[in-house]
């Protein structure tokens, strides 16, 4: 897109301004005629089915996020590393920090509605003269990123599974195959739900939304009416040093990844209105859910040591367990959270294999002219969505092996997408300080923006370096984080693949015809 002599972008018959507003007099379009304007900006044709809206997008963001289910999952680590008070202080710290850093991706998503979200936001706001290294650099981190989440999501349910089972038979003794296995069948099914049924996931999301809220309370009345209370004090005051590190306030940030485990652009109507709000909502309504589950598994968690040392591998279990007194009714309120990881699986692909496709349609991944591809009859990336499914089971195969070392390459999911979500604030806070051309979407933060990218971005910085962080000072190779050796890994790779071939093809966001 060329810029002309009045600072506007030429877009055929469709110019806009340098505030980012129409700027012939045309009225505000239709939906439909938005979205096809907004891609047609960045040079990009419809391929995708537009079929998400409001309500069903705010649905599979709240279960991508997992905000309140996720807590009940990781809550024991934060435990080791801070304590009551540190869990509490930092999941606030979180809240806001996330805040921050989405209310900024959705600023930047309402002006660049593509599904390569961050690596096209880069390529937009990024120095012309690194533009390309840091879009390249900024989508491959991305894709990683989901790519990694979507096997954690599968193995958390198959090994929630096998927690089930070891509560209603003690006498069953876990495998890792098993898991694996039962990986399979969470992956597969998600798999169906992504393909044979995705006309109809714009209503199962609408549907999830009311069980992710409808399920917390399921979870939470049962454990605050029948679970024995601490204080006040135990919660607010009480700080912990597990890991034995130097200091209290070092071990409350190695714990605040804790607050941290705590976007389908081309497919959503009015991408460039829904997409900013929905970020917005998630944040705001995750934050809430996930708040009040922390108070109710702080004040109603029991035995902390019994739970921690549960042959379910999950303390939660064992907290429920604890606050009913019943195999059955543990067993409940287990699987509503089961439900959500396994809609959460449904939804990481989706995500994860659009991502991908993105990024291929732009030369960048090897194998793109495959990956780009999308199914004429269903306008689906199934290459994409093949390859996303064919990575997740070669990942699983690694926990056959090793557990420790699936979890040091599953970890790469928090770290890639903060890092990813960093980058373009970055560009963007660079761009307000020279004072240079933003180009703004519909949904703008106005005076509150510069204030968001900053706290977006310290709160991503700081979160980033410890989730590389062991949970213990005294390391050895069975409580070694490593996941530094698996991200150095995974991005020695791309900085090869760039040097060998990417640079040669990838130009960054790809403009498939002009105006």
Avoid at 97 to 117: D, H, I, K
Avoid at 175 to 180: D, E, I, K
Avoid at 235 to 246: A, H, P, Q, Y
């Amino acid at each position: 897109m060329n810029r002309n002599s009045k600072g506007e972008y030429a877009m055929g018959s469709v110019s806009r301004d340098v505030n980012g507003t129409f700027a012939d007099g045309i009225p505000p379009a239709e939906s439909k005629d938005r979205d096809e304007n907004d891609l047609a900006a960045f040079g990009k044709r419809q391929q995708l089915k537009r079929k998400f809206g409001f309500v069903s997008m705010v649905g599979l963001t709240c279960t991508l996020m997992a905000t309140w289910e996720g807590l009940f999952s990781v809550f024991s680590l934060g435990l080791t590393n801070g304590g009551p008070a540190g869990l509490v202080y930092s999941f606030i710290i979180c809240w806001i920090g996330t805040t921050g850093l989405f209310a900024s991706m959705a600023e930047m998503a309402s002006a660049v509605p593509l599904a390569g979200g961050q690596y096209s936001m880069v390529s937009e706001y990024s120095p012309e003269s690194c533009s390309k290294f840091l879009s390249y650099i900024t989508g491959w981190l991305a894709c990683l990123g989901w790519q990694a989440a979507t096997a954690s999501s599968a193995y958390l349910g198959g090994t929630m599974i096998q927690g089930l089972i070891v509560l209603n038979n003690p006498s069953y003794v876990p495998q890792r195959w098993q898991g694996t296995l039962l990986f399979y069948a969470i992956l597969f099914v998600s798999l169906f739900f992504n393909t044979y049924l995705v006309k109809h996931l714009p209503k199962i999301e609408g549907l999830i939304l009311i069980i992710h809220v409808a399920g917390f309370f399921g979870v939470l009345i049962p454990l605050v009416y029948m679970a024995p209370r601490g204080s006040a004090s135990d919660v607010f005051t009480t700080f912990t040093n597990g890991g034995g590190w130097s200091t209290q306030a070092l071990s409350f940030f190695v714990g605040l990844v804790t607050g941290v485990y705590s976007f389908l652009a081309e497919e959503i109507e009015n991408a460039s209105t829904v997409v900013p709000r929905v970020m917005v909502a998630t944040t705001l309504l995750n934050g809430v859910l996930g708040f009040g589950a922390l108070m109710a598994i702080l004040f109603c968690a029991g035995n902390i040591e019994q739970a921690e040392n549960s042959p379910t591998g999950y303390p939660f279990i064992e907290i429920f367990y604890q606050a009913t007194r019943s195999y059955g009714g543990a067993t409940a309120m287990t699987c509503v959270i089961l439900a959500l990881v396994f809609f959460a699986t449904i939804g990481l692909i989706a995500t994860a294999s659009r991502m991908t496709w993105a990024f291929a349609r732009d030369n960048a991944l090897p194998g793109s002219y495959w990956l780009a591809k999308v199914e004429p009859r269903s306008a689906l990336p199934l290459y994409s969505i093949g390859v996303t499914v064919g990575i997740s089971v070669l990942l699983a195969l690694i926990n056959i092996g090793s557990s420790e070392a699936f979890n040091a390459i599953v970890s790469l999911s928090v770290m890639s997408v903060l890092a990813s979500y960093c980058i373009p604030i970055i560009c963007l806070l660079r761009r307000r300080f020279y004072k240079q051309y933003i180009r703004w979407g519909p949904w703008r933060l106005g005076r509150w923006g510069a204030l968001a990218n900053i706290v977006g971005v310290v709160y991503a910085l700081v979160a980033f370096v410890f989730s590389f962080w062991p949970a213990d000072a005294k390391v050895n190779k069975d409580n070694m984080n490593w996941a530094c050796l698996v991200w150095g890994t995974a991005m020695l790779f791309c900085g090869f693949w760039y040097v060998v071939r990417a640079r040669k093809y990838y130009h960054g966001p790809v403009r498939e015809f002009e105006i």
